[in-house]
C-alpha cells in the first residue's frame, strides 16, 4: 500500500495563477483532510471530507476550494494564487473521523 | 484562544533524560487525543494515541486528564533518535486540532 500520496511535490506559483493538489489515498478511508503548515501556527485544518461527495469547512478555508469526486482522492484548488498562501500542505486521511489520522508527505507552494 | 496549546520549547537533554512535554485544550468536550512526531521537514506520524487510564508504549508514556484539560508525554531514556517535534492533538466531532508543537533534540 502507498498510503497517502500528494501530488506535486513542490511549485512555484505567481500570484493569480491557479493550481490544484492531488491527495490520494489507498486505504478506503472515509474521512479525509487538507491542511496547511506555517512557521508558529501549527497545522490549521482549510477543509475535510466525511466521505465521497462530501465538503465541509475547516478553520481556514478562504481562498480554497476541495472536491471529494471520488473515495480515493481529495483535490484542493486554488482558484486566484496570494503570497499569504505560501506554506506546506498536508493532506490527511482517517478511517472514521475520531480514529488516527495518516498524512501524506506534504507539499511546498511558494507563491512569489 | 487556541485549541490546542503546547510549549514550543526548545528542549535539549542529554542521552538517557528523561523529559515531559504537557498540553492544554480548551474543549472539554474533546473526544480523542494523540500524540504526533514530526521530523524536520516530513510529515507527522501517530507517536501513540492517549487513553483516560493513561497508556504507555515503550520509554513512552502518556497522560490524559480529562478535569484539567491537560494531556501529557513522558519520554524515558531518551534516544538520539527521538529527535523531532512532538504535536499534542486533539479530535473534536468530525475535525483534529493540533498544538503548535514542541521542538526535542537530545544530545550525545
Known amino acids: 500500500n502507498a498510503g497517502v500520496t500528494q501530488t506535486p511535490k513542490f511549485r512555484v506559483l505567481k500570484t493569480g495563477q491557479s493550481m490544484t493538489l492531488l491527495c490520494a489515498q489507498d486505504?478506503?478511508?472515509?474521512?479525509m483532510y487538507w491542511y496547511r503548515q506555517d512557521p508558529g501556527m501549527g497545522l490549521r485544518l482549510i477543509h475535510y471530507?466525511?466521505?465521497?461527495?462530501?465538503?465541509a469547512k475547516g478553520e481556514v478555508p478562504d481562498g480554497y476550494n476541495v472536491s471529494r469526486l471520488k473515495k480515493q482522492n481529495f483535490l484542493l484548488g486554488l482558484e486566484s494564487a496570494a503570497p499569504s498562501q505560501t506554506s506546506v500542505y498536508f493532506c490527511?486521511?482517517?478511517?472514521?473521523?475520531?480514529?488516527?489520522?495518516?498524512f501524506g508527505p506534504g507539499t511546498r507552494l511558494l507563491v512569489l | 484562544r487556541k485549541e490546542v496549546e503546547q510549549d514550543p520549547g526548545p528542549f535539549n537533554v542529554p542521552e538517557g533524560a528523561t523529559v515531559a512535554f504537557n498540553c492544554t485544550y480548551s474543549?472539554?468536550?474533546?473526544?480523542?487525543f494523540f500524540w504526533y512526531r514530526q521530523d524536520c521537514r516530513k510529515e507527522p506520524k501517530l507517536l501513540m494515541s492517549?487513553?483516560?487510564s493513561g497508556n504507555e508504549d515503550g520509554r513512552f508514556t502518556a497522560q490524559l486528564n480529562r478535569a484539567s484539560q491537560y494531556i501529557s508525554l513522558l519520554i524515558r531514556d531518551s534516544k538520539l533518535s527521538d529527535s523531532a517535534t512532538y504535536l499534542c492533538?486533539?479530535?473534536?466531532?468530525?475535525?483534529?486540532?493540533f498544538g503548535t508543537g514542541t521542538s526535542l533534540t537530545v544530545i550525545p
Open positions: 490527511a486521511s482517517s478511517y472514521r473521523g475520531k480514529e488516527t489520522q495518516y
Open positions: 486505504m478506503n478511508h472515509e474521512y
Open positions: 471530507s466525511v466521505g465521497e461527495g462530501t465538503t
Open positions: 474543549n472539554s468536550a474533546s473526544q480523542s
Open positions: 492517549v487513553y483516560s
Open positions: 492533538v486533539v479530535n473534536d466531532f468530525n475535525q483534529f486540532y
